[in-house]
């Protein structure tokens, strides 16, 4: 009986992570709509790439959960993610799986490195020691080492000595091993690598990122060697930056944001690094969902270094991972990079991520959408699947912006309600202007009423 209760769970959990793989995508955010994979650290090991992060629940009050998720993608086709592994526990799950004696505190950003042929997660507990765990395989699970174990007499400040607040590791060129942590202030040290845990003596560095403005430290300390140069990506609050060195041990030169949170998007925390795929450079990171700056999904951006090795700043958009946004199949809008005048993305459902509470002057903006087709006909076909809500309105579409010296008015939707809540979904529909061409797209909210107009959750486009 126990062991077809245990082929059963097995087979449950193989069925799951199919699905998952099967579900994941391409567009921001790039992992299932369901998952929520903050502080995301990619690795690539072999011909694959590995996402370890903390792991938010949708909708809640507090940030992390008791538990690490690996994700991972094969490097030639980024479009189909998969969940590697529950990888790590600080609390007994439903199976009795706990993997740290000491506390049963949430898991915070994790990084993971290769050494030997092994996998090392290191890992942050609120308010308890952090430490060390090992996998012979880079999706884990992972099986704890150590705490991290410091010197005599050495700082042991439990703020952020002993919990190893967001740690980010480097294994350099010559074996050596750097751990980089903080929160509000930085500091390094330098790994025994023949333990991966034990704090060499003489190695602690404290502000390895200078207090001095422009720099401001915050908290998610990314190390990465790109050539000869040693990067930390850090967050600036809600800007992601970035500080170059020759050494692993600094001195930190500035050198600019990356990319940032809550620019026309609700704000919050950032935090990511670098990764090179296929020979292009992209930064992960996270943005935030459902009313909360605790609910935050995986996201991707393609980066470019300037021959100085230097980085532009880029924008936050809905392609992620892909070469292009169809407007031609369905939509649904939790790809939305652009949310302004208090409308957010939430959960319903597992499979429903609307964008809702949109009334007078909201916005909802994605970027970009490839419009190029054989067809020449001047008029467009508009749909879109709507709840609605107490207050009539128009829900105008734009491109390029929202803004007429900037952007170009296509079309309206009339969107007629009867003054009351809306359970059920339907559908809207219009005819708009021919669009060609790639361009940013954008929904405006006009009502001369009181009130939400409606929820949305998904459109396309199609050729008349």
Request: overall charge neutral; glycine content about 8%.
């Amino acid at each position: 009986m126990k062991n077809t209760f245990r082929l059963s769970r097995i087979c449950c959990l193989l069925f799951l992570i199919l699905f998952m793989s099967i579900a994941a995508s391409a567009q921001n955010p790039f992992l299932p709509a369901w998952e929520y994979i903050p502080d995301g650290e990619p690795r690539v090991f072999g011909d694959r790439v590995y996402l370890y992060g903390s792991h938010d629940k949708a909708g809640s009050k507090t940030f992390c959960d008791t538990k690490h998720v690996v994700w991972s993608a094969a490097l030639n086709d980024l479009t189909n993610w998969r969940m590697e592994s529950e990888s790590f526990f600080s609390k007994a799950d439903e199976k009795g799986i706990d993997d740290i004696p000491w506390s049963d505190n949430d898991l915070y950003a994790p990084d993971v490195i290769e050494k030997g042929g092994k996998y090392y997660l290191y890992f942050y507990i609120t308010g308890a020691p952090g430490g060390v765990a090992v996998s012979d395989k880079p999706g884990g699970p992972f099986k704890l080492v150590s705490q991290y174990k410091t010197p005599v007499g050495m700082h042991d400040s439990l703020t952020n000595w002993k919990q190893f607040i967001d740690p980010g590791v480097l294994v350099d060129d010559d074996g050596r091993v750097y751990i980089y942590c903080g929160y509000l202030w930085s500091f390094m040290a330098e790994l025994n690598p023949d333990n991966m845990y034990e704090v060499l003596p003489n190695t602690y560095q404290r502000n390895i990122i200078p207090v001095t403005p422009p720099f401001n430290f915050f908290e998610a300390a990314s190390p990465r060697k790109i050539n000869d140069k040693y990067y930390m990506i850090y967050a600036d609050g809600g800007l992601m930056v970035y500080a170059t060195s020759y050494s692993p041990r600094g001195p930190f030169k500035y050198g600019g944001v990356i990319v940032r949170n809550g620019r026309d998007y609700p704000g919050g925390n950032i935090h990511g690094s670098l990764m090179q795929i296929n020979g292009q450079w992209y930064i992960f990171y996270h943005r935030m969902t459902n009313n909360t700056i605790m609910s935050r999904k995986a996201c991707v951006e393609k980066v470019h270094f300037e021959p100085d090795g230097s980085i532009k700043e880029v924008d936050m958009t809905s392609m992620g991972f892909a070469e292009k946004l169809d407007p031609y199949k369905e939509n649904s809008t939790y790809i939305a990079c652009v949310l302004t005048g208090g409308n957010y993305i939430t959960e319903i459902d597992s499979f429903t991520h609307p964008v809702i509470k949109n009334k007078h002057n909201c916005v909802i903006g994605f970027k970009y959408y490839d419009f190029t087709s054989p067809s020449k006909s001047e008029k467009t076909q508009f749909k879109a699947s709507i709840r609605g809500n107490v207050a009539s309105g128009k829900m105008e579409i734009w491109i390029d912006s929202t803004d007429p010296t900037r952007g170009t008015f296509v079309g309206t939707v009339d969107i007629k309600n009867e003054g009351k809540v809306e359970t059920a979904w339907r559908e809207i529909s219009a005819k708009v202007d021919n669009i060609t061409g790639v361009h940013g797209l954008y929904f405006k909210f006009i009502s001369e009423e009181d009130g939400i107009i409606c929820d949305l959750k998904s459109f396309r486009f199609s050729k008349l």
